[in-house]
């Protein structure tokens, strides 16, 4: 018995058992301070959806052998441009969509997301080269990769020539916004479609259906393709590269795809969260963004060298859960702060330095 | 003799042509450097007075880098948490009204300590994070300003109480948004004065001097006895000289004129090659290359000199004035390294950057020479963030370190320097370069491009360009060397 508690243990981990207990904590703190549970548990399920495809985005990249990819950033900025000519081309308010609305911000989104994962995979493609050259020392490279394409990005999006008042600055401006309404065009789409309110419609737990089943959705393509021959073979490469190249396995080839299908997936990713929250932010928003979705997935019990697809799962909710619920904890306990940003840096950023810690890197045992 | 002279320093030439162009990210840095300046639209002399006034602020946070490259712990992105510590001590010296140079001292005493603890809790990361110290210092940077935030938002005033509000935020938790050093610790270390720098200086060295003659006396009788009493002599001398009260009027400004700091430099250093050519030529007759360098530098002395009287660079020179404490311990810093590096700890650093398992098996404890380096480096980190601080005049709480790691770095590395190798010759030209493109890409943008924005985000995009692009080339060389030994064998 004794013996099975401890496995238990350490199948579960240290960390996500601090943030469990943290996270119950901060549910009892809420009904301690009589807030509208319900209210901030619909917030957590939107939350959910809306990040948990970024997170996703880190499973083939891990399994694929590199690490976590903290330059999910690309994805985000391909995604970002894929919504943005989705937007000037004006989709949405096309003659052939006058009478139905709902049509229209369906085919705009769906433009949006099949042009920007394309875009995001012949990007990929190029970043798994780069990474392939860089093997070894990936992370710190992907890092500053992001950071440099979001600084180029924003270079870019001073200068690209819209037309489109959603997108340009009002009075006589050039180049894109900081934060572009979706409301002409995709905003909330997926949130709404097949939503139901559990309870009274004003104060009912809200369920964003169309965005859970859409994150669901991908997370069970996502798993196919895991079990698929190339998947299975990617994760092997990831896992022993030269057993796997023993085996036959291209493994570069295998991380090239695993890399690219990350981007893609981190395009999309942003597309599902800019809807949901109706609207698009721009220049360097997406900055740290990378840090959070590596974070979620490590607090799902993940590693910078294992990742399923229950990790996403759990942990995004546990960490938005937590987000979501302590900012009116935290507002109440002490008043006129904000802890929820410094909480989520301290939570997130600690949970990869741990993760960090227990990885055993090639250099790490050399003594 | 004259023909040896002339082929020396052709070689010379040609090696640091050479060296300019193997070095391509130096060369990228040049031409753009040269070409913004071009096009700023500005005069020349606002954009190199500037270049200096950001020199002597920054260069003290980038040679607090070279000790963990050299020591093999890869660019030490976890600088941000020394400069924490500083701001911690600034926050309590100003909260306890000290002023001046007494400020300061009181600064660098209370963040010396608390810059140790954290480098050497950075040192222990470090040591569990072994071949991902990069990545780990970087996210450490963003979990300790989570901590920091936390401390100076909600523990200042929320469980330390703070009587004294005007630094708090309106309801007594919380420290403000920016704290002024006008008037406690602004400048503090820029104008001390050249005369009490120099006459502490002296007043050290015939200290450590007369105990070195001391010490000696009673162990060797009388090697090296003559010499250490003519140094002793000349130090009394030159004490001696700043009383007379013309010297004393000049040196007791605190900021120095460019164009006299350079006459003094090329004259200093014209007294320094003579005696060397002469101890050369009379004690060891032999060395010829020697010379060589030195009737070098005897040159090169005289046309920098020489350079002052073109028209447009004397203006320059008499419009710029150094602030003379915050240069020289800048000078100071270069020299501790540079000794650093040749005592043993120093040695053992660089042995254990070259291979962890090498030194291990020659007996050199490898976690602890790392965590000593993690220390220097983060204290240096804080004190460069004082003479930073101090110099800007502002302390904005909770942003003031968050680029401290991302510039120093960059700067570091546009110097040529890699992530195994740096030195402080890299370091100051690096941060030449990078500050001068800082400086000229925004006005570059608006006068090119009418907008100043891009040059702002050009800005942004090259430090994290610089970055990303010389980690991809250096992962790039250590994966291919280990493929050609493997064909060697």
Redesign the interface.
């Known amino acids: 018995m004794n013996k099975k508690i401890q496995n238990l243990y350490h199948a579960i981990g240290l960390p996500r058992l601090i943030i469990f207990t943290f996270f119950i904590l901060v549910l009892f703190a809420a009904g301690f301070y009589k807030m509208d549970t319900v209210a901030l548990l619909s917030n957590v399920l939107r939350r959910w959806g809306m990040y948990g495809i970024l997170v996703l985005a880190m499973v083939p990249a891990i399994q694929c052998g590199i690490g976590p990819n ?1 330059g999910v950033s690309l994805g985000i900025v391909c995604g970002l441009f894929g919504s943005l000519v989705a937007i000037e081309l004006n989709i949405a308010n096309l003659s052939i969509f006058d009478g139905n609305k709902m049509l229209g911000a369906w085919a705009t989104i769906l433009f949006a997301i099949i042009l920007s994962s394309v875009i995001a995979w012949i990007v990929g493609i190029g970043y798994g080269i ?1 990474l392939n ?5 990936e ?3 992907s ?3 992001g ?2 394409i ?3 990005m ?2 870019l999006w ?2 690209l020539p819209f037309k489109n008042g959603d997108i340009k600055w009002p009075i006589g401006g050039e180049g894109a916004r900081n934060t572009i309404s979706l409301e002409s065009s995709f905003s909330e789409i997926m949130n709404k479609a097949g939503a139901i309110t559990i309870g009274k419609p004003e104060t009912g737990l809200f369920v964003p259906t169309g965005l859970l089943l859409f994150f669901f959705f991908l997370c069970f393509l996502v798993y196919l393709f895991m079990k698929s021959k190339t998947g299975i073979a990617m994760s092997a490469a990831g896992a022993n590269p030269n057993f796997a190249k023993a085996s036959g396995i291209n493994v570069n080839r295998t991380r090239i795809i695993g890399t690219a299908l990350s981007t893609s997936l981190g395009a999309i990713g942003i597309i599902t969260y800019a809807q949901a929250f109706g609207f698009l932010q721009m220049y360097n928003a997406p900055l ?1 963004m990378g ?1 959070t979705c590596v974070a979620a997935i490590l607090i799902g019990g993940a590693s910078t060298t294992r990742a399923k697809i229950v990790h996403v799962i759990i942990g995004t909710f546990l960490f938005q859960g937590i987000l979501v619920i302590a900012l009116p904890v935290a507002n109440k306990a ?1 008043t ?2 904000d ?1 929820s940003d ?5 939570i997130s ?2 949970i ?2 741990y993760a ?2 227990k ?1 055993k ?4 045992n ?2 | 003799m004259k023909n040896n002279f002339l082929s020396y320093s052709k070689k010379q030439l040609g090696n640091g042509l050479k060296n300019i162009y193997s070095n391509k990210v130096v060369l990228m840095f040049l031409i753009l450097c040269i070409f913004g300046i071009a096009t700023t639209g500005k005069p020349l002399i606002f954009t190199v007075s500037e270049v200096f006034t950001r020199f002597g602020r920054n260069t003290f946070l980038v040679i607090a880098l070279i000790i963990p490259v050299l020591a093999g712990l890869g660019l030490n992105f976890g600088i941000v948490v020394g400069a924490m510590a500083a701001q911690i001590s600034i926050f309590f010296v100003v909260y306890w009204g000290f002023t001046g140079i007494t400020g300061l001292i009181l600064c660098v005493l209370l963040s010396t300590p608390i810059a140790i603890l954290f480098g050497f809790l950075v040192g222990w990361l470090y040591n569990k994070t072994k071949g991902a110290e990069m990545i780990s210092g970087m996210v450490l940077a963003y979990f300790a300003d989570g901590l920091y935030q936390l401390f100076f938002l909600f523990i200042l005033g929320g469980i330390i109480p703070i009587k004294d509000t005007t630094l708090m935020i309106a309801g007594g938790i919380g420290v403000k948004n920016t704290i002024d050093l006008t008037g406690n610790l602004k400048y503090a270390l820029d104008t001390v004065s050249m005369l009490l720098l120099l006459r502490i200086l002296l007043v050290l060295y015939f200290v450590f001097s007369a105990a070195n003659v001391i010490l000696r006396k009673k162990k060797e009788g009388k090697s090296g006895y003559k010499l250490s009493i003519i140094k002793i002599s000349v130090t009394i001398l030159l004490l001696l000289l700043t009383l007379i009260p013309a010297i004393r009027d000049f040196l007791g400004t605190d900021r120095l004129l460019l164009l006299n700091a350079i006459t003094i430099g090329c004259v200093l250093a014209i007294l320094y090659v003579i005696t060397k050519i002469c101890s050369i030529k009379l004690i060891q007759k032999h060395k010829e290359l020697e010379v060589n360098k030195y009737l070098a530098m005897i040159i090169i002395a005289i046309i920098v000199y020489a350079l002052t009287y073109i028209p447009v660079v004397f203006d320059i020179t008499m419009s710029i004035s150094l602030p003379v404490c915050t240069y020289a311990a800048i000078i100071l810093i270069c020299g501790f390294n540079r000794w650093l590096l040749s005592t043993k700890l120093g040695q053992n650093m660089r042995t254990v950057g070259q291979s962890r398992t090498v030194a291990n098996s020659a007996g050199i404890n490898v976690n602890k020479t790392r965590i000593i380096a993690m220390c220097i480096s983060t204290v240096l980190a804080s004190w460069g963030q004082l003479i930073y601080l101090q110099n800007l005049g502002t302390f904005s709480t909770y942003g003031a370190h968050s680029m401290v790691g991302l510039y120093a770095i960059a700067a570091l590395l546009v110097g040529g320097a890699g992530v195994q190798m740096a030195n402080n010759k890299q370091a100051i030209l690096g941060v030449i370069l990078f500050h001068t493109l800082f400086v000229v890409a925004p006005l570059s943008a608006s006068n090119l491009l009418g907008s100043s924005l891009i040059g702002e985000y050009f800005r942004v995009f090259i430090c994290y360009g610089v970055i990303a692009l010389s980690l991809a080339l250096h992962a790039w060389k250590t994966i291919k060397k280990p493929a050609k030994q493997k064909e060697l064998k």
């Open positions: 903290f780069l050259r860089v093997k070894g020392s992370m710190t490279v890092t500053y990769v950071f440099s979001i600084a180029f924003n270079i001073v200068t740290m840090f002490l006129g702060t802890l410094i909480l989520r840096m301290i950023n600690g990869i330095l960090l810690t990885a890197g090639g250099a790490s050399e003594e």
